[in-house]
């Protein structure tokens, strides 16, 4: 076995992080409980770079990630590489013009490292839209990854799959390069859309949409905690007409992290008052046929992407806080007091640990907008946990 393969089993593995964010592939690899050592990250916006640094206490190399070399590269001497490059070249809203996308050539720049690198990676893990595996730039991360003697197993996988009442489906690409080898070897260069294979199951069955029935999804969504499980605030009413919205305490479980730590600063009290995650009546008159509108009960909410908070169609769900009788479109939505999910709340359903925070300066949309750019650490941490585990 190469010498840096064999690194792995004692020291820790060295990591590079593409496109850091606010860090979710980190926290990631800090779920999937690897022994681990992130030796560098990059990340062109600073906004993201003050957000990783406040919570991992390292600022990520600032940079266009294009201009790298396989010299700056192989002097990392890493093996493990985490990307998620941007999804605008692939999104089904976006004008797809995949590889021709300007906002793709820093991938198209890394992949073409990789065979000129004298070290190149032992395993990586890429992230993207779901429309991406129809890319002409899959096409050629396959072609790349094929010659230089990685093994791939692909997935589109969504947090519901994985308890957490949130619709958020990706395009996932794990690869390990030879000799090092899945434990599950029957789904190499498959693309699943089951997360059985990380739970150990090696039926072919799961490759492929089949088991992917709507039976089977709400089931699936049946099996989710309730929203409510991921709220910083509630409201009730008690008994008569007055509204309270309180504080709620939820703990760690509902993400999955052992810790229980109370709601600290940084989050939405730095921002005053709860009226400005309140939807305004204009906008429910304009737009209101057009939301996407949950409950604290119910088991699945949307996507919340970079836009969530400056535009209310298709950006996430809204939720309404007061319960109707009758639910949807039959009573007033005006009466339910609809209003957005804090970024707390959405660093909730990403499934972040509790201790994550913003730092004071970055304004609500901000934050936000590198949520929406972010990923679900429930999905991601056991994908690690399978990329990583060695075949028995
Ligand atoms: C899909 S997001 C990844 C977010 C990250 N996984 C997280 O958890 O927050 C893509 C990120 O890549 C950054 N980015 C885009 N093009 C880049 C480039 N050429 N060089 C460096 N960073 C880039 C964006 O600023 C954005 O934060």
């Known amino acids: 076995m190469a010498e840096s393969v064999c690194q792995g089993t004692k020291d820790p593995w060295r990591v590079l992080e593409f496109y850091s964010g606010i860090g979710g592939m980190r926290y990631s690899l800090m779920k999937a409980g690897v022994n681990y050592n992130v030796v560098e990250a990059f990340e062109i916006n600073d906004k993201a770079n003050d957000v990783y640094q406040h919570n991992f206490g390292h600022r990520p190399c600032q940079g266009n990630i294009q201009s790298l070399t396989e010299v700056d590269l192989d002097g990392y001497g890493a093996n493990v590489w985490l990307l998620s490059p941007p999804c605008q070249p692939y999104t089904r809203q976006g004008l797809q013009k995949h590889s021709a996308d300007a906002r793709a050539f820093s991938f198209l720049n890394i992949l073409e490292l990789i065979p000129r690198m004298s070290k190149p990676p032992n395993m990586l893990l890429v992230e993207n839209v779901v429309g991406f595996e129809t890319s002409d730039t899959h096409a050629k991360m396959v072609q790349v990854l094929a010659g230089a003697d990685f093994v791939t197993q692909e997935f589109i996988l969504s947090p519901l799959q994985f308890g957490v009442p949130y619709s958020r489906p990706r395009y996932f690409c794990l690869a390990k390069r030879k000799p090092l080898s ?29 088991g992917q029935s709507q039976e089977n999804w709400d089931k699936l969504i049946d099996s989710c905690q309730p929203i409510e499980k991921f709220l910083e605030f509630t409201s009730s009413s008690d008994q008569g007409d007055t509204e309270t919205i309180s504080l709620v305490n939820t703990d760690d479980s509902a993400n999955g992290w052992e810790t229980s730590d109370k709601f600290v600063e940084g989050n939405a009290c730095d921002f005053g008052s709860i009226d400005q995650f309140v939807v305004p009546l204009s906008l429910i008159e304009r737009w209101g046929s057009a939301m996407d509108i949950v409950y604290p009960d119910s088991k699945r909410c949307c996507c919340f992407t970079k836009s969530y908070y400056r535009y209310v169609k298709g950006t996430g769900s809204l939720l309404a806080t007061v319960q109707p009788k009758n639910k949807g479109k039959t009573s007033s939505l005006k009466e339910q007091c609809l209003r957005y999910f804090t970024p707390r709340e959405v660093a909730n359903l990403h499934s972040f640990p509790k201790d994550f925070l913003f730092p004071k300066h970055i304004s609500l949309r901000q934050r936000y907008a590198m949520l929406g750019n972010s990923l679900s650490v429930a999905v991601v941490a056991p994908l690690l946990q399978y990329m990583f585990a060695e075949p028995s």
């Open 182 to 210: 899945f434990q599950c070897q029957l789904f190499n260069n498959q693309l699943l859309w089951s997360p059985s294979p990380l739970f150990g199951n090696d039926e072919k069955t799961v490759i492929g949409e089949n």
